[in-house]
């Protein structure tokens, strides 16, 4: 059980970087970056919010080969904080953006001085 909960705490504390990381050419030559912020500067660059179809063809363009992954990489995203969905409609369609700004806790975190790993997203 500690075992797993250090793998899911080194995972969030990872996770913060890798939304961070650039989306075109890696400080590390011949290494891509990972899946999130391939996703995270697809969502940044553009200024409407996407679907998950948008996002899987401007994510395979960028070299993603699985579309489940994609989808994954977007619910992990908006399970961390930062991503946001919103209803699209009728059905279960909807749209992925950035969080424009942190949620309640992180904003009354940072007030009070506490550091967390997604105060920024």
């Known amino acids: ?20 990381a650039p989306t075109g050419a890696s400080a590390v030559s011949g290494v891509e970056p990972g899946a999130k912020a391939v996703l995270y500067g697809i969502l940044k660059d553009t200024p409407t919010p996407l679907n998950s179809e ?5 994510a395979e363009e ?25 209803p699209m409609g009728k059905g279960q369609n909807y749209v992925y953006a950035l969080r424009s700004s942190p949620k309640k806790h992180e ?8 550091k967390t790993n997604f105060a920024s997203a």
């Open 54 to 58: 948008q996002i899987w063809q401007q």
């Open 1 to 20: 059980m500690q075992r797993l909960c250090l793998v899911v705490s080194r995972s969030l504390q990872t996770s913060a970087a890798a939304l961070q």
């Open 62 to 86: 960028a070299g993603l080969k699985s579309k489940r992954h994609t989808k994954l990489m977007l619910q992990a995203m908006r399970k961390a904080g930062a991503v946001q969905t919103k």
């Open 107 to 114: 904003a009354s975190n940072a007030a009070q001085g506490i």
